[in-house]
């Protein structure tokens, strides 16, 4: 069973850049929930994807967006680029319907720096 | 987005010894919950899941009181490879059916 992974592993970026993060979600999983983790907190929810479609999102603003695959892979674009965006990019994936409490599995994560 | 808190920390505790961490949420309409470990810069790693009835995997035991909407985790005979942020987490459903991450507790076993 493959697990979750993401790339890149660490990024640097200046203000106002666009960046784009990637995730391939678990085997057998069709469910992909993105977080943003800063230093000393924990994950924050940004959003959800299932069957290629934005299935919630946490308090963040649009310039914030993603996608999902056929496969069920799936990328978290960010425009615009502000220092407090560096963080830790979490994608976690699981198995379930569009209303599903499952437990969810994170990757390895993205550190993202803005300069 | 409701709230998940936890006692920060940190805790310093000798080996073999019994640490217990306390969380509250405050949705009552929760359903699901979840204790996660965080190692320093790696990812969360669920450690267990969380049921009304309690819940036992070794040296862990995991408590849900819903009327309290309180949840616990006792670790005994604490190992130096223990240390770590422990999150509680619930999943409060609606809006993604994401996962609502307290701040977390961090755990320092010593020898």
């Known amino acids: 069973e493959t697990g979750v992974t993401q790339s890149p592993t660490h990024l640097i970026k200046t203000r106002g850049q666009q960046v784009t993060l990637r995730c391939s979600s678990q085997?057998?999983?069709?469910?992909v929930s993105w977080y943003q983790q800063a230093l000393g907190q924990g994950p924050q929810f940004i959003f959800q994807y299932y069957r290629e479609e934005e299935n919630g999102r946490g308090n963040f603003p649009p310039r914030f967006s993603g996608l999902q695959f056929p496969n069920y892979s799936s990328e978290l674009n960010v425009n615009a680029l502000e220092l407090d965006d560096s963080a830790l990019y979490l994608c976690?994936?699981?198995?379930?319907?569009?209303?599903?409490?499952?437990?969810?599995?994170f990757g390895p994560g993205t550190r993202l720096t803005v300069l | 987005r409701k709230e998940v808190e936890q006692d920060p920390g940190p805790f310093n505790v000798p080996e073999g010894a019994t640490v217990a961490f306390n969380c509250t949420y405050s949705n009552s309409a929760s359903q699901s919950f979840f204790w996660y470990r965080q190692d320093c810069r790696k990812e969360p790693k669920l450690l267990m899941s969380?049921?009304?009835s309690g819940n036992e995997d070794g040296r862990f035991t995991a408590q849900l009181n819903r009327a309290s909407q309180y949840i616990s985790l006792l670790i005994r005979d604490s190992k130096l490879s223990d240390s770590a942020t422990y999150l509680c987490?619930?999943?409060?459903?609606?809006?993604?059916?994401?996962?609502?991450f307290g701040k977390g507790t961090s755990l320092l076993v010593t020898p």
């Open positions: 969380v049921y009304s």
């Open positions: 976690a994936s699981s198995f379930g319907g569009q209303h599903s409490y499952n437990e969810q599995f």
């Open positions: 085997s057998g999983h069709n469910t």
């Open positions: 987490v619930v999943n409060e459903g609606g809006g993604g059916y994401a996962l609502n």
